[in-house]
């Protein structure tokens, strides 16, 4: 029996009866071989031992999840995808996300009315406090005014929020 198997191991083969060996099609077994995971010599033919192994150790990578295959590289990817867009859809529907431009309109909303108040505290200063001159006022309008474009100037030159601090 050895020696039949090292005769048979020497054999090159055609893909349909390598195919026949190892149960799959001859359709499979070309698709391997284009893939470049059975090698072929250029008329075609597989090497019984060589195309053996190399479907075995392509197999076994792939049942291993480290298969290089592109078909399954494909399908883990659209796989990750599917889920990735189905946790988006989930997150929006239970309102967990928010579109940026409600939350830019939001903020800006907020930055201008702490920018009002802030602004009118000259105002108020000079009415809680009749004692202090118009210069006084005046200096405490612009400390706040300086304040706010510090703030602005913070926040970064991007010309959105910044701009509702100003």
Request: net charge negative; aromatic share 4%.
């Amino acid at each position: 029996m050895g020696a039949a198997l090292t005769k048979r191991g020497d054999e090159y083969l055609s893909q349909t009866v390598f195919g026949d060996r190892t149960g799959m099609s001859r359709q499979r077994v070309s698709r391997f071989v284009r893939e470049g995971v059975i090698p072929a010599g250029a008329d075609g033919k597989i090497h019984w031992l060589v195309g053996l192994q190399a479907l075995i150790e392509h197999l076994s990578e792939m049942a291993a999840g480290r298969g290089g295959g592109s078909l399954t590289q494909a399908r883990i990817a659209l796989a990750n995808a599917q889920k990735e867009a189905i946790e988006l859809k989930n997150a929006a529907a239970k309102r967990e996300l928010v579109p940026a431009a409600e939350v830019e309109s939001a903020w800006s909303d907020i930055l201008s009315t702490i920018r009002a108040r802030m602004l009118a505290l000259a105002s108020d200063i000079a009415q809680l406090l009749p004692h202090l001159s118009k210069h006084d006022i005046l200096a405490i309008d612009s400390a706040i005014r300086d304040a706010l474009h510090e703030a602005a100037d913070a926040i970064g030159a991007d010309g959105g929020a910044a701009e509702a601090v100003k």
